[in-house]
């Protein structure tokens, strides 16, 4: 007889496939800020009074970030693709593609969870772009300095957006006491 409380049991100790796009989405984006971090502070950054030239780094690291995010999340979907179809032993493709359906497919759950990692990551952006008015106004900083800010608090805002979303899919009841 088939003992569906352990199974059960071993469906909860997995992470879900959307927490870990999450995890994964915020791992790449960490290593491009990096990447980012060490070209703004080295020699072949733009002058700090360079607005044009500091416009045209971050305009180029938000492609380069769009297009690893996209690039990250179909390697993250073919992943799991193939970990459906090695579980389910089959070749089946029907089967694993209603598989990856199911387990992809948005329902009530899904959007609350998003509504409320969206909500807290617009929250820290709305307080990140006053936090760098704040400083623009009363301290003279340098446009550079102002741009960078605003990218770092978009950065922080997605990040902690995505660990919200993992925390609601991995803890308690999958999010249902948000």
């Not at 879900?16 to 703004?40: D, F, N, P, Q």
């Not at 500091?54 to 970990?83: D, G, H, N, P, R």
Request: glycine share 8%; aromatic share 8%; with cysteine.
């Amino acid at each position: 007889m088939i003992d569906l409380r352990n199974i059960m049991a071993k469906e909860n100790e997995k992470m879900m496939v959307k927490s870990k796009s999450a995890v994964v989405g915020i791992v790449v984006a960490t290593a491009l800020v990096i990447g980012y971090i060490l070209y703004a502070i080295g020699d072949s950054s733009p002058a700090a009074d360079d607005m044009k030239g500091w416009a045209k780094l971050i305009l180029v690291f938000i492609a380069i970030s769009v297009a690893a995010q996209i690039v990250t999340q179909i390697i993250v979907q073919i992943a799991f693709s193939a970990s459906v179809a090695a579980k389910e032993n089959c070749d089946d493709k029907e089967l694993i593609g209603r598989t990856v359906r199911s387990e992809l497919a948005e329902d009530e759950m899904d959007r609350r969870i998003t509504h409320k990692a969206s909500h807290v990551g617009y929250g820290i952006a709305g307080a990140g772009v006053v936090l760098g008015l704040t400083a623009a106004a009363f301290f003279d900083i340098s446009v550079a300095l102002f741009l960078n800010i605003l990218l770092m608090v978009f950065f922080i805002s997605m990040t902690v957006g995505a660990a919200v979303t993992v925390y609601m899919y991995e803890k308690g009841n999958r999010g249902w006491d948000c």
